[in-house]
């Protein structure tokens, strides 16, 4: 499974003309982790999305390339990308308790997407959603199987939404902020147990966050976006190498317990960030 | 400026708050840290009178607190939330927003009082006539300061204040806080979850869990390791595990 896209671009059309959110981005992705990061209205959850093809009504997209395992997206009928979607790569959204159904018991939920995908039976599929339960690590799958999204928990919601995109198999991942509403010590876990399943399944993942020392010690290559652009391209453990003005910003900005700072460094934006190299087309 | 001693709240069954207390001297900071369900804001909104269920004693400039509070109460201590688009009326201006509390507190002047706050939080005078969904994240949040501040207030309660802001904007917003607080001699009060937001701002952090308040430690011994309770040492653990990367 790889993943191109090659010279992306994604614009609203506003009372004013186009309005680029996403411009001349080129990712490949492999079997690997791959973070992306960027403030609010960077184009990273567009960026990732349109592997999916789930954009906002409205959104025009061009790209020179954009290929899920040799599938051109572009041009795929809705019939190839629901071969796609959820089957073969899943998406994590941020927050369980607006993803999930809150009238359908966390295993029913889970159950569905393992009879829609599988085309099994009822009692395979409930057999199946045990299974993916105990796979997320829950110590009481019999219990959470029963329970309401509301009965849950944000860790436990979490893991049911994960063992829900597990289902089919997916051989690409893609969680957006999945654990920004979650507590320190739950998002921890929730990390760790992605971890775990990426490497024992061979999945590749995309983790889309606003927090860039979390992605990069987590991923094994982080994309740093800015104003639709990808700005800066790391590899982990190298973020005190980082070049870019903007990703030093970032990491400047942020208070920290290890060396305590007198005053926050506050980032001064340089509008060519925005342009990109000179010479790069502007769209 | 603030004593607070034996400090207990119940939502019916529930016992969210037991038995906690600690004490910030005027122009001080306390941060109170904890996980969500930890009782950190309930203390926050049982101080700002938005809770009514409480028991234990509660005293602001030695005056100590009933469960009514008031005018002169309201005015000296004001609070700022954590998402300013919730916080703010959405059909109102920036302009009407900062006139509220000088109506409130029968203030005079209100002219030169909303263009200055807005001058001191660092907006520009256009904003002035502008509604909530024209401003970013961070304006907001300038906003709500600066309504808070409208009353002249000796205390200010900060729940969560830079959670729902990007990082770098975060950094603005503790800047001018950490500025507010020296020209104007404010104590705070901030919860957060973020262990090194509430290290930058408070010289003294205390640790909530269940409920109860398990460690109170100054931001040194707390950058330098020196934890007691294993729930300060995990939550200090996470976080500086990532600064490491």
């Not at chain 1, 860790?155 to 289902?167: H, K, P, S, T």
Request: glycine fraction near 8%; charged fraction near 25%; hydrophobic fraction near 45%.
């Amino acid at each position: 499974m790889q993943v191109d896209i090659r010279n992306l671009s994604i614009a609203f059309p506003t009372a004013t003309g186009l309005s680029h959110a996403v411009r001349n981005v080129s990712l490949t992705i492999g079997n690997e982790k791959l973070g992306i990061v960027g403030e609010s209205g960077s184009g990273k959850s567009l960026t990732a999305r349109s592997i999916l093809r789930l954009l906002p009504r409205g959104a025009r997209m061009t790209a020179d390339k954009l290929s899920f395992d040799g599938i051109d997206i572009l041009k795929a009928d809705e019939s190839a990308m629901r071969a796609i979607r959820g089957k073969r790569a899943g998406l994590i959204l941020q927050d369980p308790k607006y993803s999930l159904n809150p009238v359908m018991t966390a295993g029913a939920q889970i159950a569905e997407a393992w009879r829609m995908h599988r085309k099994g039976g009822a009692r395979e599929a409930h057999e199946g959603a045990m299974d993916l339960l105990a796979q997320v690590k829950i110590n009481d799958p019999a219990r959470v199987f029963g329970a309401y999204p509301h009965e849950l928990s944000g860790g436990m919601g979490q893991r049911v939404m994960i063992a829900m995109m597990l289902a089919p198999d997916p051989e690409l991942l893609i969680a957006d902020e999945p654990t920004s509403a979650l507590d320190a010590t739950v998002q921890a876990e929730i990390l760790r147990l992605l971890e775990d399943l990426v490497a024992r399944r061979g999945m590749a993942l995309i983790l889309i966050s606003h927090d860039l020392p979390l992605v990069s010690h987590f991923c094994d290559r982080v994309a740093v976006m800015y104003a639709g652009r990808i700005v800066e391209e790391l590899g982990a453990g190298e973020l005190a190498q980082a070049k870019h003005p903007y990703t030093r910003g970032l990491l400047e900005c942020l208070p920290a317990l290890s060396h305590p700072r007198p005053r926050l460094a506050v980032m001064k934006r340089d509008p060519a960030w925005a342009e990109g190299p000179p010479g790069a087309p502007l769209a | 400026m603030i004593e607070i001693k034996d400090l207990h709240v119940r939502f019916g069954a529930v016992h969210a708050v037991r038995g906690i207390g600690f004490g910030v001297p005027r122009g001080g900071s306390f941060g109170i840290v904890g996980e969500s369900g930890s009782g950190k804001s309930t203390v926050l909104r049982a101080l700002s009178g938005l809770n009514p269920d409480w028991t234990g004693t509660m005293k602001v400039a030695g005056q100590a607190l009933t469960r009514n509070r008031g005018k002169d109460f309201f005015r000296r201590v004001q609070m700022v939330f954590q998402d300013p688009y919730g916080s703010l009326h959405p059909r109102q201006t920036v302009d009407r927003a900062l006139a509220e509390p000088l109506i409130v507190h029968g203030m005079d002047d209100h002219e030169k009082r909303i263009l200055r706050a807005l001058a001191e939080v660092a907006l520009p005078p256009a904003t002035r006539f502008r509604f909530p969904h024209q401003l970013s994240g961070g304006q907001r949040q300038r906003v709500a300061i600066a309504r808070a501040l409208m009353a002249e207030p000796e205390v200010l309660l900060l729940d969560e204040p830079t959670s729902a802001l990007d990082v770098s904007v975060q950094a603005e917003v503790l800047n001018l806080l950490a500025d507010l607080q020296e020209r104007r001699d404010l104590t705070y009060v901030l919860v957060s979850h973020n262990l090194a937001v509430v290290a930058h701002l408070c010289p003294m952090v205390g640790v909530m869990q269940g409920g109860e308040m398990v460690e109170q430690v100054s931001a040194a011994d707390l950058r330098a390791g020196r934890t007691v309770h294993p729930h300060t040492t995990e939550l200090r653990r996470l976080s500086t595990e990532l600064e490491e990367a």
